[in-house]
């Protein structure tokens, strides 16, 4: 793997390495290009999110509580133009009412359902627990077929139209982009290996919760996709991921098959992909699933909750996922209570998918 497609997984795009892969080998030149191009701009942004992740690993941000009822983050929204630099010319603020853009509508809109999740139901402040402005990009490079968290800002691409639509059009997309940041400033997880697989995870986790608690939907009635709505009109399959069913979110000719396990038994070892962070972030998703299935009602009340009380508490940048599941075993007991339900259902969950607690 060269090295500018290993950039994306250090950025923590939306769009799985694994993916952008199948789309080199199997899409003509044109596909080849379009995919080069977007590498090539991401490396520019790598520093810049290396340096990011470096300087808050281990620091853990004292989130703010005094959640006032209908409070909004401050926002900035730019319209990257379609050019590479960041963030572009800003066109929206909380000041200003819906543009004629649906993409900056979009963004804005998402940026608040996550901040309301974290705010109302964690008693967190915006991303890093202080009231930290939230920026974004739309309309970042041309036809570009991703999204990222550079540590300082969000960035959607308008899609190639083909492949994929507009990365603005689904909320679990900017849900999971902006938990990244909520990630780097709890302590953060080291973005290799099974940390890395962890962190990739937490964002797909809240990304769920974010479009769940948007909703209104319980854990029963959510479809539990990451992406859904951006593949493009003639690709098969409903999604990026599925938390329900690891490996079974699309089966496409030019995308290939959904990778992802779903259980310890069919783990990836491999050295792309940061360590197969993409792809082993399907064992701790499908281990939320379960929980969130096993308690029933709102997954993001006990079973959201244990794992953002988690994200806080665990202080363990290199977590592997034992050291993960232990914690949240740990703090379901603390929370809820030794012989609990939510302790004896996390500890299940976790044994479902192959991982002894």
């Not at 490079?141 to 190639?160: C, E, K, L, P, T």
């Not at 479809?223 to 599925?242: H, K, Y």
Request: hydrophobic share 35%.
């Amino acid at each position: 793997m060269s090295h500018h497609s290993s950039t994306c997984h250090s950025l923590q795009c939306i769009l799985p390495p694994h993916m952008v892969d199948a789309i080199k080998m199997r899409g003509g030149e044109k596909m080849r290009e379009m995919v080069e191009t977007m590498e090539n701009n991401l490396a520019e942004v790598h520093a810049l999110r290396s340096a990011a992740m470096n300087a808050h690993a281990g620091i853990v941000a004292a989130p703010v509580l005094a959640a006032a009822p209908g409070a909004e983050p401050n926002q900035e929204i730019y319209d990257g133009q379609q050019r590479s630099s960041l963030p572009g010319r800003l066109v929206r603020t909380n000041n200003d009412g819906p543009t004629n853009d649906d993409d900056v509508n979009q963004a804005y809109d998402a940026a608040i359902d996550t901040y309301k999740l974290y705010r109302e139901v964690y008693g967190r402040d915006s991303v890093d627990g202080n009231g930290l402005t939230l920026i974004s990009t739309v309309h970042h490079q041309r036809n570009f077929n991703n999204a990222f968290w550079n540590g300082q800002q969000m960035a959607y691409g308008d899609g190639d139209g083909v492949l994929f639509k507009s990365l603005t059009g689904s909320l679990s997309v900017i849900g999971h982009e902006l938990s990244h940041g909520v990630v780097e400033f709890s302590g953060g997880l080291m973005y290799r290996d099974q940390s890395g697989a962890l962190n990739e995870s937490f964002a797909d986790v809240f990304g769920c919760l974010v479009t769940q608690y948007q909703k209104g939907q319980s854990a029963a009635e959510a479809d539990w996709l990451i992406g859904d709505g951006i593949l493009g009109p003639d690709i098969n399959g409903e999604a990026l991921r599925s938390l329900r069913a690891p490996g079974e979110a699309y089966n496409d000719p030019m995308l290939g098959r959904d990778p992802q396990p779903y259980h310890m038994d069919f783990y990836i070892n491999t050295q792309s992909d940061n360590g197969g962070v993409h792809l082993n972030s399907g064992i701790p998703n499908h281990a939320f699933y379960l929980l969130s299935q096993l308690l029933g009602g709102n997954a993001w009340e006990k079973a959201g909750q244990i794992w953002y009380d988690t994200m806080q508490e665990i202080n363990n940048p290199f977590a592997t996922f034992s050291d993960w599941a232990d914690k949240t075993v740990e703090v379901a007991r603390d929370r809820y209570g030794t012989g609990s339900l939510e302790a004896i259902f996390t500890r299940r969950a976790w044994r479902l998918v192959g991982i002894d607690v």
